[in-house]
């Protein structure tokens, strides 16, 4: 069902409620809906790798009938604020009900709400507390809802995140940026929860729930749920209960689990009228407004670009000439939507806009919320069409120069924007963390490898070393074995495609984890430094930095390095001397 669901985007962006959330309502052609159903997300990382399935989810629900509103909770995603400013208290539950409250304004006399993981206890909860003081008309009641995997509590949250995190990347290290007792606390995935947002999420607890305001309940608990655990849940809040299989793979492979949603949008069509009421977009925002003490307002609008229409947010100081200024290109991360890891794009868009640059995050083809080309799978990272789309997204950008832009990605974002910039000429980008060894084999497709110029292709014998473990000798050869076998063509260095961005006249800010630095200084340190002279490269490692960027601290070490950077006025200048770290690395430590 889900895999043949439509690719292109009918429903509307739109930032509502008193948060400023931004969401994308869905709307029968027709503008009649059997009733109105509100997705409400996990949070952090979890809601980045299950934003496809919601996707494909509210298209799927909006062909059979339903109004969707899919959103992000306050202060992460797309919507206003962050994670640690001024978090008000009761603010996830407020944002849903206010989820609730838009939706009911179009015109649905029924609606439904799917939770999925922390999302659906923080639904669950919701309706717990209007049940307990009588709701009102109009509140946050609904007909039927449906609890996706919901964690017990937003303590057990907190914990398995944190779990996550060490069981992928180990222990925090000692002097790690963030590793105080506290920070440690909040930092989990990639996201930062200090108080009093941690509390805000530890009072949630379905344990303690003893009815909610639904007349139909579903609920997918996972397979590792306790007969204890389930057995008192079921005891209190009755409803229909099954597994929600496939959820694993969902959080931990990206598969999209089929059976699970085919069941949750059965369940819902029987659970819900058949009669369809006519409705319309209730008013809403269609620019949100950024108000950040002592930096000048800014604007985000989202935009369709090109004619395959990829959509974006363009975000630009509201008083202001940064025409002068190239435009800030941030492309999507792995399979994520535009928002960054640990929603770093749209917190770097937003301040270099209030310091007076013109920034805009973009989706790829196939991914987030923009449309695949014809014949292009969608959610697949490495796609040859990225390349396609980061061209275009300039060409848009920079009509009257198009050499006049900087391209922003972390890892597949990275190659992206490189790749992009070898074939425009000119230039500026960020690359964190890029990999240059050759796209996964499963992507290197034949239409369009032609786009592909900067990375070498994978030897059998590094990949038999890495198989046999030999991956400790690999790394630790010494550089002048590398040279050979770059000189010898039986492995070309990761740094060779610089050289091909370099010719073009292409600034290169390379910013990457110890881990990835090697690949770059010891099997190609030869022409890091080269082009280093030229002053056409700047290479900075950050200690601790890991390749996806989960580790919280150092994730915004990164980001200040590049904010820095993109705020130099003398960037262009490259390196004050040979050898010697200018202002930027110093600051690094």
């Known amino acids: 069902m889900f895999k043949g669901a439509a690719a292109a985007m009918s429903a509307v962006a739109v930032w509502f409620g008193e948060h400023s959330q931004f969401g994308w309502l869905h709307l029968p052609a027709d503008n009649t809906a059997r009733a109105g159903v509100v997705l409400c997300p996990a949070l952090g990382m979890e809601s980045a790798w299950s934003h496809r399935a919601f996707r494909l989810m509210a298209e799927t629900l909006e062909a059979d009938g339903f109004a969707v509103l899919r959103f992000d909770h306050p202060g992460s995603g797309h919507s206003a604020g962050g994670l640690q400013e001024n978090w008000p208290e009761d603010v996830l539950r407020s944002g849903f009900s206010s989820a609730l409250a838009f939706l009911r304004a179009t015109g649905v006399e029924s609606v439904a709400a799917v939770g999925f993981r922390l999302g659906a206890t923080v639904a669950a909860t919701a309706l717990a507390t209007q049940e ?19 964690c017990l509590s937003g303590r057990a949250f907190l914990r398995e995140q944190k779990a996550i995190r060490i069981l992928a990347l180990g222990p925090y290290s000692p002097g790690e940026p963030g590793t105080a007792a506290g920070d440690r606390e909040a930092s989990v995935s990639g996201y930062c ?35 204890r655990a389930r057995a008192s849940l079921e005891g209190r809040l009755g409803g229909d209960w099954t597994t929600a299989a496939g959820t694993e793979n969902l959080l931990f492979n990206l598969e999209t689990p089929d059976e699970t949603m085919t069941e949750i949008t059965r369940w819902l069509a029987a659970a819900l009228p ?43 100081p509201v008083a202001g000439d940064t025409e002068v200024q190239p435009t ?73 120069d198009p050499t006049n832009f900087v391209l922003v990605g972390s890892c597949s974002g990275g190659y992206n924007s490189l790749e992009a910039a070898r074939l425009l000429g000119g230039g500026e980008v960020c690359a964190v963390n890029p990999v240059l060894d050759g796209p996964p084999p499963s992507t290197a497709r034949p239409s369009s490898t032609q786009h592909r110029g900067l990375s070498s292709p994978r030897r059998r014998w590094l ?55 090697q690949n770059f200084d010891w099997r190609g340190g030869w022409i890091t430094r080269e082009l280093e002279r030229t002053g056409l490269l700047r290479f900075v490692t950050v200690p601790h930095l890991d390749h996806g960027l989960l580790t919280s601290g150092p994730q915004q070490v990164a980001g200040q390095a590049i904010f820095e950077y993109l705020m130099s006025p003398d960037r262009a200048s490259g390196v004050a001397e040979a050898g010697q770290p200018g202002a930027l690395l110093t600051s690094l430590g």
């Not at 640990?342 to 920034?359: E, I, P, Q």
Request: hydrophobic share 40%.
């Open 463 to 517: 990949e038999w070393m890495k198989r046999r473990g030999f991956r400790r000798i690999r790394a630790y050869l010494p550089e002048l074995v590398w040279h050979v076998l770059h000189l010898t063509r039986l492995q070309r260095s990761p740094a060779h495609g610089l050289r091909a961005i370099a010719a073009g006249g292409t600034r290169v800010f390379l910013l990457c984890g110890p881990a990835d630095a």
């Open 274 to 316: 058949m009669d369809r009421k006519e409705v319309s977009v209730p008013p809403h925002h269609d620019q949100l407004l950024v108000n950040s003490p002592g930096h000048p307002a800014v604007v985000e609008t989202p935009v369709r670009i090109g004619p395959l229409e990829l959509f974006g947010f363009v975000v630009a």
């Open 328 to 400: 800030v290109v941030f492309l999507n991360t792995s399979f994520e939507p535009c928002i960054g890891p640990g929603r770093l794009w749209v917190t770097l868009s937003r301040k270099l806009a209030a310091s007076g640059r013109r920034t805009i995050r973009v989706d790829l083809s196939g991914l987030g919320d923009s449309p695949a080309r014809p014949g292009q799978p969608r959610f697949v990272n490495y796609q040859p069409e990225a390349i396609e789309d980061a061209v275009e997204v300039v060409r848009w950008v920079a009509r009257e």
């Open 193 to 227: 929860y200090p108080s009093p947002a941690r509390e805000d999420i530890e009072n949630m607890d379905l344990m303690t729930i003893e009815s909610i305001s639904a007349s139909r309940l579903l609920v997918l608990a996972k397979p590792g749920l306790s007969d």
């Open 132 to 150: 307990a003081a009588g709701p009102e008309p109009g509140g946050p009641e609904v007909e039927a809802l449906v609890l996706w995997d919901p």
